[in-house]
C-alpha cells in the first residue's frame, strides 16, 4: 500500500471549479455520459450524475489523499504520536477507496458512498488531533508559544495542509450532499444560492453566546447591522466557521476586559454594493484590542493569551471531541484565527484585523462573490 501511495502522491490534483461543481450536480455535464460508463445501469439523470461525481472522486480523492499522507510524514512533524494518528487515517482511508471497485454501476456506487461516508466521519476531528499535534511538537522543539508562532515553517506547512483539508472535504461534502434531497430552497450540495450572512449571523452569535456563557456565566450582547436582507451564492458552513471563531475571540475580550457587570455590545456590520467584487462582514468590539507586537502572531497556529491550562485539558481529552463541538472551549486552542482566514482565502476572499489597543478590534471578513461573472469559472476546489 506505502508504495501505491507514494505513486498516486507523484499526480497532480486535478482542480475542479466551484460553478463546474456546482453544474455536473445539476446535470449539465452529462452528454457524454454514455461514452464514458458504457456499461452502467444508471438510467435516470439523477441516477446518472451519482455515477458521474462518484466516479470523479474515486479517481480524484486517492491522490490528494496520499500527498496529504506524504506531507504528515516530514521529518518535524511526524515525531508527534498525534500527527502520526491523523496521517495513519489518510492512509487508511486510501486502502478502502483503492479496495473499492470502480462506481460504475448503482450497485458498486452505494458501496461507494458508504466508504466515503466513513471516511468523512473518520476524519471529522482532525483539526482537534493536529493542535494536540502541534503541541506535543512544540514541547519536542522546546519552543514556547511565542518562539513556535515565529517558526515560519511548520506554520507554513500547517497553512497548506488546512487549505488542502478544506478542498477535500468540500468535494466529499458535495458530493454527499447530492445523494440526499436538498435541505432548502437554493442550495446545490454544500453551496447556497441564496446564503444570508444575516441568518448566519444569528446562529453564530447564539452558538457563541452559548460557549462564552458556559465559561463564565454571562456573554455580551450582539447587534447585527447593514445589509440583513441580503443573500449571495456560498458555502454557508464556511462563513458560519468564521463568525463563530470570531464571535468568541470578541466575547472573550470583552469580558475579561470589562467584566461581567458592564460589558458593551458587540456589533456586526454586513456591507454589499450590488457592483462590489465583495461581501464584506465586519465584527466590532470593545474588548481592549491587540498589542502591535502581537499582531503578526494572532495568524500562527497555537498562539493564544488564554490561559495554558485550557490547551493542556483538551490535550488529555477524550479522543472523541469532534472539530466543531460547541464542547470546545471559548479560547486557547489557538487555531481559530489562521484556520478561519484559509476557509476565507480559500475561495479567493481574506480575514484583516485591526486593532486599537486600549479601546477594541475590527474583523472585516471579504467573501467573494462566487458567481458574480457566472459561467466563467471562477475558484478552483
Ligand atoms: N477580538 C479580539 N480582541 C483581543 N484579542 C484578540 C481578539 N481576537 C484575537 N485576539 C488575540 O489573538 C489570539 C489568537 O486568537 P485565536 O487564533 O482565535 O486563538 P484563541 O482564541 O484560541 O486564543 C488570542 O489568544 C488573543 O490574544
Ligand atoms: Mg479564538
Known sequence: VLEELKQYAKRKQTDISLVTLMQTGQGKHLNLFDKFFPKTDA???AEKVQIQVANFLYRELPVRLAHRALELESEIVNKSSHVRQVC????????????CPA???LANEVRFSNTIEGIYERHSSTLINMAKGAHQIRAILKQNVHDFADYD????GLNDFYQSRIGIRLLIGQYLALKSPPAGKGLIGMVN???SPFEIAQAAVQDARYICMRTHGDAPDVSIHGRTDLTFPYVPSHISYILVELLKNSMRATVEYHGLEK???IRIVIADGEKNEDVVIKVSDEGGGIP?????RIWSYLFTTADPAVLESIINSSP??????TQTPLAGLGYGLPISRNYARYFGGDLVIMSMEGYGTDSFIYLKRLMKDAIQPIVDV
Open 103 to 105: 462506481p460504475t454501476t
Open 43 to 45: 438510467k435516470t439523470d
Open 193 to 195: 444560492m441564496e446564503t
Open 263 to 265: 460589558m458593551p455590545s
Open 320 to 325: 472523541d471531541v469532534r472539530d466543531f463541538d
Open 88 to 99: 495513519n487515517w489518510y492512509k487508511r482511508s486510501f486502502e478502502e477507496l483503492r479496495k
Open 153 to 156: 515553517e511548520v506554520q507554513r
Open 292 to 296: 502591535r507586537s502581537h499582531m503578526k
